[in-house]
């Protein structure tokens, strides 16, 4: 028995296979989407159709599990359950990102979209301790991948903010 079967995970091969088929699946449902999802109007463009969410999901589902089948094959086994770091439970936490969250929802018709959501990223990463400049960069960054997918990649439409 192999190290990692005697810890109840699986050996290398299974579950390089396991992701190799799940890669497998994701891949062939994402290159034919459009033979499951019904209701496609011709004029509609690709990126308004609603194609493209089950599509981007599949394809990045295929890609993950590539990778981890290359991780997999290359590593011979995921970590056990006893070699991973503890952590102490917060509830407190969990509480106060979900009250932000609530503020976040009121706050976006007042605030806007990218102003809203930047502080929102920004709280919620103070809340999990990290340092200030870190979390204000990944708050800037979020909050601009996310209108530039949305706003202009999607032209996904957002009222304007009351306050700004």
Same mark, same amino acid.
């Given at each position: 028995m192999t190290a990692a079967r005697s810890q109840g995970g699986f050996?290398? &091969?299974? *579950?390089? &296979?396991? +992701? +190799? *088929?799940? *890669?497998?699946?994701?891949g062939f449902l994402a290159l034919y989407r459009g033979r499951f999802v019904g209701n496609i109007d011709p004029a509609v463009a690709y990126y308004r159709s609603p194609e493209v969410f089950p599509g981007l999901s599949l394809a990045v589902a295929a890609l993950g599990s &590539?990778? &981890? *089948? +290359?991780?997999?094959?290359?590593?011979?086994?995921?970590?056990s359950e006893e070699s991973l770091p503890r952590s102490r439970p917060r509830p407190g936490v969990v509480v106060a990102i979900i009250a932000l969250f609530a503020v976040y929802t009121l706050a976006l018709p007042w605030l806007g979209y990218p102003l809203a959501t930047g502080g929102f990223v920004f709280l919620g990463l103070l809340l999990l301790r990290f340092a200030w400049t870190r979390a204000l960069g990944l708050a800037l960054a979020m909050a601009g991948v996310l209108w530039l997918v949305f706003v202009v990649g999607l032209d996904v439409w957002f009222p304007a903010s009351r306050l700004f």
């Amino acid at each position: 028995m192999t190290a990692a079967r005697s810890q109840g995970g699986f050996g290398r &091969l299974p *579950a390089t &296979l396991m +992701l +190799l *088929a799940l *890669a497998g699946v994701c891949g062939f449902l994402a290159l034919y989407r459009g033979r499951f999802v019904g209701n496609i109007d011709p004029a509609v463009a690709y990126y308004r159709s609603p194609e493209v969410f089950p599509g981007l999901s599949l394809a990045v589902a295929a890609l993950g599990s &590539l990778w &981890l *089948a +290359l991780r997999a094959w290359r590593q011979g086994s995921e970590p056990s359950e006893e070699s991973l770091p503890r952590s102490r439970p917060r509830p407190g936490v969990v509480v106060a990102i979900i009250a932000l969250f609530a503020v976040y929802t009121l706050a976006l018709p007042w605030l806007g979209y990218p102003l809203a959501t930047g502080g929102f990223v920004f709280l919620g990463l103070l809340l999990l301790r990290f340092a200030w400049t870190r979390a204000l960069g990944l708050a800037l960054a979020m909050a601009g991948v996310l209108w530039l997918v949305f706003v202009v990649g999607l032209d996904v439409w957002f009222p304007a903010s009351r306050l700004f």
